[in-house]
């Protein structure tokens, strides 16, 4: 079904609303029309591109609540933080982290992103992460974004804390790792 111009601005319009973190490439299949034509219905609707909207989202506020990394230091962008409880991250994969030959995503990635999250959720001004067992569930591709979910699921025998962290595609899980956090406090 062609839609107007009004009518398709005004769905993106509210598909962004409801889902900020949408590509531009996923808009573009959700409305059959062309990446470029979804960014000038961005740019009409004065709607910022992806990045922007993550920035704007992790503001300056992850600064003054990650208290075991810098900001820098986490690998993709924290959008929703609650110390000691969850974090959520999202990276897109890009060229730089697939490899060359078939545009799979190179592992260390997508565990830098899981790990650096478990790290962040703790609420602690030292976190080092002492163990983990990590499953890959299936191929991450060039241009796909992950979707990290940390969940702080307590202490181990030796006093180390627990943070599972699902990674997903669209809705398919990618990644998962039960990592044991080392905190300098308890």
Known sequence: MKR??????????????Q???ITDDD?????????????????????PELRARIRSVASNHWNETVRALT????????????LDKRAISIMMIKSEHV?????????????????SLAVAVINDELALT?????KFTRQVKE???????AVVEGKTD????????????????VFTGLFQMYRSTE
């Open 4 to 17: 107007t111009k009004q009518e398709r601005q005004q769905l993106l319009q509210e598909t962004i609303e």
């Open 19 to 21: 889902t900020p973190f």
């Open 27 to 47: 808009l573009a299949k959700k409305f059959n029309v062309s990446i470029q034509t979804i960014r000038l219905d961005r740019m009409e609707l004065s709607i």
């Open 71 to 82: 900001i820098d230091d986490v690998i993709g962008e924290i959008i929703d933080l609650e």
């Open 99 to 115: 490899f060359s030959r078939n545009k799979i995503a190179r592992g260390h990635h997508l565990f830098a992103q899981a790990n």
């Open 130 to 134: 002492a163990k983990v067992d990590i």
């Open 143 to 149: 241009s796909e974004q992950v979707v990290a979910k």
């Open 158 to 173: 030796k006093g180390l804390t627990k943070v599972r962290v699902n990674s997903f595609v669209q809705h398919e899980l």
